[in-house]
């Protein structure tokens, strides 16, 4: 039998996360959706499909099993539930997807164009440039369109060599933004990162239209001075 | 003799309607208009033509016949009513009409060019470009502008073949958009869409200026994952 | 000895056009002044220079005669005031003049460009395209700055031949705009129009660099359905 | 002992200060700091590190010598730090500093481009350009890295013969920027300017892709009303 206190939590830390979303401008209508998963326990909870932020209720979240199925009777879950699951077998160190339809990074998906590193903002939270996907081809999109999204996902950090906990989101091409984290907040913040990181960039290529990435150095010094066991921002 | 509660019912609708508007920040100062139509009942109702969003009342929507004219005493229509009348005439399926002068359709309005579909946040809503009618001839704007402006709409449909529910909006040349919808909520919400992947597709364009359309699979898949009778976005 | 209710009732009106400014964005700290002209009266009612929006009263708002000159003690008018009493006496059939720095008025006016018709929008309010003056000379502004601000604004109407009443507003070259209307409240709409389609022709002109603006006949009829005898917007 | 009643002011002041960042739209997260410094007393009062804006209290402010050590128990101060200390020792009449990473600010540091000033708004509160640091070194990052930040600041003053004074403010190439004041306000108040200024002017830029600065009469007369001896704008 299920832990129900647990349970419990884990619906109000996605509720509250989802919550963020639209509050932090990253969402209108219903265009984002939040997810956790609890390994130990067995379950994913994940907002629900379609239904308006001022409506919902903690208790709406949607619980099912590691494979997405639902456990219970209860709301149809996110229809982006298959790509969540995925990210979570594959990524084995998160506990946390988001994804929107934030304006900026959408922008970028739509042009098919990774998201350059340019500053210390986008080094303080990515190591390195934001990757944007291949396209889906028509077989992925016809067959299981939101579990082939995120094999491409996981395709593309397995081919680049790239970390999912120091590069904790993408753009998926044509598509728009996934973003992870430890929590369902950290998730959240990774989101409202990239999104401000995507404008950033946008802006300074209109100034310059031939920049380039900040040198490696920078983006070490940036991402290690947050990041890690030499981390020394914040409080210890 | 008139249903009151049914017509008192859709004047709440369509004032709550022009209230969404400014709330989205869709309209500044009285530059918006919605209406809806019962075609049982035979009346058009829509906002009265310039009154401030803060004065005005439910009991101020203005009552038509379907030809456009005013039944009883009450305020003047919005001036773009005739436009309204025409799209209802043309578009038998549409139950309410929403005009803006919202900042990046009009954009696009007077670059007299289409809005691209460059990704999922336009397929989910629109099946294709938006299109951006002809402009209107010296004629057709000194003799009956605002018919002529739904005469011109509805030729851009008929002419390239296009399906008013499946493309539940249109910006007109130099002007801007108009949407509609089964209800006035929804034609609202197509308002903000059409407002939204018109933003997102102007920055695309700054970041790859020979951008292509997505492919037709993609726009297919996601269309109708939200839309017809294979639909599995929302709750069932 | 003058009419102190119909003073009071001056201050106030100019009192809330102040305060409309940054409520609707269009003014940062304190960088907007709001003023009225009473000819009857003799007086011109400004804002008091650099005092923040928020610690503002209306009985703060400063007196002069009609040359600008202070009547009675008082907080020291808007440094700008001398523009404002060249337009006053310049442009007989005006009642308030408003100047602030919002961003896309002045985004043109550094450009040193006037802002073409370019939509339906703009027609609406503005009959033709809003002038942009020439700079002012080294001898202008080391002289008496202010007032050459409000003669190089006159000369501009004079020269190109455009009627104050149909353009109601400019931008002066390298600074920012000014509106004027026959009240403090269409004055500051006309200053929201203004950075409106200052705004979207911006960005229109992002999408087609080669840009036309709208045909007269599109500019009269919008023009004309909203002014003049056989204007037949709003309520009669 | 240090005086009790006084590092409590201090403190308040630069908790308000920090909450005017956020509130102003400059900051998001944990995105941003200010310090005072009270040359009399011998200390710096700061915030703290990757303190959430909503639970911070003004006793949280850290307290530190003129070196940058802390004073007594407390919370870590921000790790920008040493950048404040090293711009108090070379900016010897500034009594409070600022960062953020601000989004038009970043956008001209990430194209490490000076600011340039192309209208009264700029020439208002910047007497000149607002310069771009050069990059840091791999070795001044990997050694020091946020006090040859301030170095890098100073510098660019120093050898560009820059009067700290008259242009309050710097982007930090690659990263963003840092402004300064006699009172904590008084640095707020630079930080929104410069972001202002940075949006306008790349604005103008995008109209006008050759635009040239403002003349030096321009600059000074509008420096000069606000700023010195013969200044006529406020109260006086």
Same mark, same amino acid.
């Given at each position: 039998?299920?832990?129900?206190?647990?349970?419990?939590?884990?619906?109000?830390?996605?509720?509250?996360?989802?919550?963020?979303?639209?509050?932090?401008?990253?969402?209108?209508?219903? +265009?984002?959706?939040?997810?956790?998963?609890?390994?130990?326990?067995?379950?994913?909870?994940?907002?629900?499909?379609?239904? #308006?932020?001022?409506?919902?209720?903690?208790?709406? !979240?949607?619980?099912?099993?590691?494979?997405?199925?639902?456990?219970?009777?209860?709301?149809?879950?996110?229809?982006?539930?298959?790509?969540?699951?995925?990210?979570?077998?594959?990524? #084995?160190?998160?506990?946390?997807?988001? *994804?929107?339809?934030?304006? +900026?990074?959408?922008?970028?998906?739509?042009?098919?164009?990774?998201?350059?590193?340019?500053? &210390?903002?986008?080094? %303080?939270?990515?190591?390195?440039?934001?990757?944007?996907?291949?396209?889906?081809?028509?077989?992925?999109?016809? &067959?299981?369109?939101?579990?082939?999204?995120?094999?491409?996902?996981?395709?593309?950090?397995?081919?680049?060599?790239? %970390?999912?906990?120091?590069?904790?989101?993408?753009?998926?091409?044509? *598509?728009?933004?996934?973003? +992870?984290?430890?929590?369902?907040?950290?998730?959240?913040? *990774?989101?409202?990162?990239?999104?401000?990181?995507?404008? !950033?960039?946008?802006?300074?290529?209109?100034?310059? *239209?031939?920049?380039? !990435?900040?040198? %490696?150095?920078?983006?070490?010094?940036?991402?290690?001075?947050?990041?890690?066991?030499?981390?020394?921002?914040?409080?210890?």
């Amino acid at each position: 039998m299920l832990d129900e206190a647990r349970l419990m939590a884990l619906k109000q830390e996605v509720f509250e996360a989802n919550l963020a979303l639209p509050k932090a401008g990253l969402v209108k209508l219903t +265009w984002g959706n939040v997810s956790v998963i609890d390994r130990e326990l067995g379950v994913i909870v994940i907002k629900p499909s379609g239904v #308006a932020y001022a409506e919902m209720r903690a208790e709406d !979240m949607v619980v099912t099993d590691l494979d997405g199925i639902p456990i219970g009777s209860g709301l149809a879950p996110s229809s982006d539930l298959a790509t969540h699951v995925v990210l979570y077998q594959e990524f #084995a160190e998160i506990g946390a997807v988001v *994804h929107t339809h934030s304006k +900026w990074a959408v922008a970028w998906a739509q042009a098919k164009r990774d998201i350059p590193a340019y500053g &210390t903002t986008h080094a %303080d939270a990515f190591y390195g440039r934001v990757p944007c996907t291949r396209e889906l081809t028509n077989e992925e999109i016809c &067959t299981d369109y939101e579990r082939e999204t995120g094999n491409v996902i996981a395709k593309t950090f397995t081919e680049r060599g790239l %970390d999912p906990s120091a590069i904790p989101g993408v753009i998926v091409s044509s *598509h728009g933004p996934f973003t +992870w984290g430890k929590t369902a907040a950290k998730a959240v913040e *990774h989101s409202l990162i990239l999104e401000t990181v995507a404008d !950033m960039a946008f802006q300074s290529e209109q100034l310059d *239209h031939n920049l380039s !990435m900040i040198p %490696d150095y920078l983006l070490d010094k940036h991402y290690y001075r947050k990041h890690g066991e030499n981390a020394y921002y914040g409080q210890r």
